[in-house]
């Protein structure tokens, strides 16, 4: 089953605009990572971020993790055409998998379009 | 160094056939998993493999099975094939399973094209 919602479920946006995603988890965690998947191909990692930090950046990607809320957001500034993907969060949680953190529990994604 | 290679790309399957799928990972990682996209249920994890032993499994019947090879090369299996099984198989794999620092690149997991299975 699938760790929670991402939100929303699709977005449309215009180059050089910022786009922000968010995903909602339904359990503790140990860490939370986002993927980009182009076209029904294979994923791609894009940045971690552990249950004690509150935001990471990796150039133009901007995380955010509030496990109060069980909630993280993905904002990517100056969107490029080459940005158009669907990107997921997914969660480790070792208390169900103790050290497997191999295990990824995926949300259920945001389809992103950026048009020229 | 080459990515995670997925085989067969494609395969079309009828009702009650099985079918292999094969996964090379990367080159030096020992822990490959298995997971299983399609529009309904989204992405949802199959199982993990870490030297050879089967280390997790996802909520799936018993008619899905995998093994790992010496050279870490992992293979899974769908027997009984039933139309519900079309989707896109995905691989991943890593160097071993992952640890509590942020930046350990065991936490990463790298992902093969998959293979779209077409059950008819």
């Known amino acids: 089953s699938q760790q929670g919602e991402e939100d929303p479920q699709a977005l449309s946006i215009q180059e050089g605009e910022n786009a922000t995603m968010n995903c909602s988890y339904k359990t503790s965690i140990n860490n939370l990572q986002w993927y980009r998947q182009n076209s029904g191909r294979g994923l791609v990692h894009l940045i971690l971020i552990r249950s004690n930090e509150r935001e990471k950046h990796s150039g133009r990607l901007r995380v955010t993790l509030d496990t109060s809320k069980k909630s993280s957001s993905l904002l990517i500034t100056a969107s490029r055409a080459a940005d158009t993907a669907s990107y997921f969060c997914?969660?480790?949680?070792?208390?169900?998998?103790?050290?497997?953190?191999?295990?990824?529990?995926f949300g259920t994604g945001t389809r992103l379009q950026v048009t020229l | 160094k080459a990515g995670v290679t997925q085989t067969p790309r494609y395969l079309i399957k009828t009702r009650g056939q099985q079918v292999t799928l094969s996964c090379s990972p990367i080159s030096g990682h020992r822990s490959v998993s298995w997971y299983q996209q399609t529009p309904g249920q989204g992405l949802q994890f199959l199982f993990e493999y870490f030297s050879e032993t089967q280390r997790n499994k996802g909520n799936f019947p018993g008619r899905f099975s995998g093994r790992q090879f010496s050279n870490s090369r992992s293979e899974m299996n769908v027997s009984t094939l039933e139309l519900g099984d079309s989707a896109l198989y995905l691989c991943?794999?890593?160097?071993?399973?992952?640890?509590?620092?942020?930046?350990?690149?065991?936490?990463?997991?790298?992902f093969g094209a998959g293979t779209r299975l077409s059950v008819l």
């Open positions: 997914a969660t480790v949680n070792w208390v169900s998998s103790p050290g497997t953190a191999s295990k990824l529990t």
């Open positions: 991943a794999s890593s160097s071993g399973p992952g640890t509590s620092g942020s930046s350990d690149p065991k936490n990463i997991q790298y």
